[in-house]
């Protein structure tokens, strides 16, 4: 099961310029290793990342034009595989095969320390090819620009999405590469609501171009599916099923930018995995205090810390603007003005980790009944902090200010 999805991720043009030194084909079984030969080929000759039906065309056709038709159904029977196997886990492999890759050159220079026991004399220059042979660890550059002009360009990015609240865009701009964005409020206040408006609202991220994913852990992922064609159609369901072929066409202009995923026990691994194999511009998480992380922890605030402290890093190791959903403490009950520290279990560090944070309010017993409030309690992106009132539209999962 590695080594197939070691296939998928090798795919990746980052990850395998990164662990081609180590990755051989004899470390493949039962015909795997033709996989490494033309994906090592085809890496060399293409700047980009591959797809297994690229790969095929790539082995059948172009390096290996001659298999027999016996060779070729052998080949796509293990690509299905490869295919059906479950999303790997890029951080866990990628251990596995410096693992794999120390041991065997441990076991090379063990052989040559053999023969120098049994007086080989050369044997002392033939570990020093051995040695020699390796590729060291690349040292990245992680200095940053003082190129005015490259420095505004990196700026641009962390703020590329703009937020689709009038006030919201003027006072905030958006989110970009590497931000960490928690949305909050109490159960059944609208936080859902509230980024399914700033994906799929007039003028939101999915308009904008963004490549968006949701990995949905809180409702079923079907319902929020409706919930996002609600909002950009501007039809609840009763309208849209009179008047489908409408709701189809328009929805048809932005449906290829978002895709969700029901993610029930997911871990900060399987998100590392999905980031590194799909590359979303935007990821939702709702909720992210319900992803397991890996490890043993005495304490609960303890796994959220460590949550919160690997979603950030996923963000900037990933060039991902990730929005993080999740929920109010009881101190936000039946308030429009909120805070960060009314967070649930906000004393664990949570806060720390946020590029901006936004609270959405509610206050039952006082106007109208779609009242809410959204605040801007920490702001790393133009340091503005306050509270923008509107309305929410429940049936749409709209917000108009």
């Not at 004899?26 to 060399?44: C, L, P």
């Not at 002392?124 to 360009?153: A, C, H, V």
């Not at 026990?265 to 590392?272: A, L």
């Not at 004393?347 to 779609?370: F, M, N, P, Q, W």
Request: with cysteine; proline share 2%; glycine share 6%.
């Amino acid at each position: 099961m590695i080594e197939k999805q070691l296939i998928q991720l090798l795919l990746n043009k980052n990850f395998y310029e990164k662990h081609k030194g180590k990755v051989s084909k004899t470390m493949f079984t039962n015909g795997a290793g033709s996989f490494f030969d033309s994906i090592e080929r085809a890496h060399n000759e293409y700047d980009t990342d591959l797809t297994l039906d690229e790969l095929e065309t790539l082995h059948t056709d172009k390096y290996n034009p001659a298999l027999t038709r016996t060779a070729r159904s052998n080949f796509k029977l293990l690509l299905d595989e490869v295919r059906n196997e479950p999303q790997p886990k890029g951080k866990i492999i990628s251990d596995i095969v410096t693992a794999i890759h120390k041991r065997n050159l441990a076991h090379k220079i063990a052989l040559v320390a053999t023969e120098i026991y049994n007086g080989k004399d050369e044997g002392f220059n033939d570990i020093r090819k051995i040695l020699d042979t390796q590729e060291e660890e690349p040292i990245e550059d992680n200095s940053i620009t003082t190129n005015i002009d490259e420095l505004m360009k990196l700026v641009d990015v962390t703020t590329k999405w703009k937020f689709n609240l009038p006030t919201l865009h003027e006072r905030v701009t958006g989110i970009g590469e590497g931000n960490l964005t928690i949305i909050f409020a109490r159960p059944e206040t609208g936080k859902t609501a509230f980024w399914i408006n700033l994906v799929a609202g007039m003028d939101g991220f999915a308009s904008q171009g963004a490549n968006i994913h949701a990995l949905i852990n809180e409702e079923p992922a079907v319902r929020t599916q409706m919930r996002l064609i609600n909002a950009w159609t501007g039809l609840d369901r009763e309208e849209i099923q009179e008047n489908m072929d409408m709701a189809t066409q328009k929805w048809d202009e932005i449906r290829q930018n978002i895709k969700l995923f029901d993610t029930v026990d997911w871990s900060i691994d399987d998100i590392d995995s999905h980031l590194a194999i799909h590359k979303p511009d935007i990821l939702v998480i709702d909720q992210l205090d319900k992803i397991n992380v890996g490890g043993a922890f005495a304490r609960n605030d303890e796994k959220l810390r460590a949550i919160y402290t690997g979603t950030r890093e996923l963000a900037k190791r990933r060039n991902c603007s990730i929005i993080a959903i999740s929920q109010a403490s009881a101190d936000a009950h039946n308030k429009l003005e909120i805070s960060f520290d009314m967070m649930e279990n906000s004393k664990t560090g949570k806060a720390a980790e946020a590029d901006l944070i936004i609270g959405v309010g509610k206050r039952s017993d006082l106007g109208e009944a779609s009242e809410r409030s959204i605040c801007v309690s920490k702001n790393k992106i133009t340091g503005w902090h306050g509270t923008i009132h509107c309305n929410i539209n429940d049936r749409l999962s709209r917000y108009v200010v």
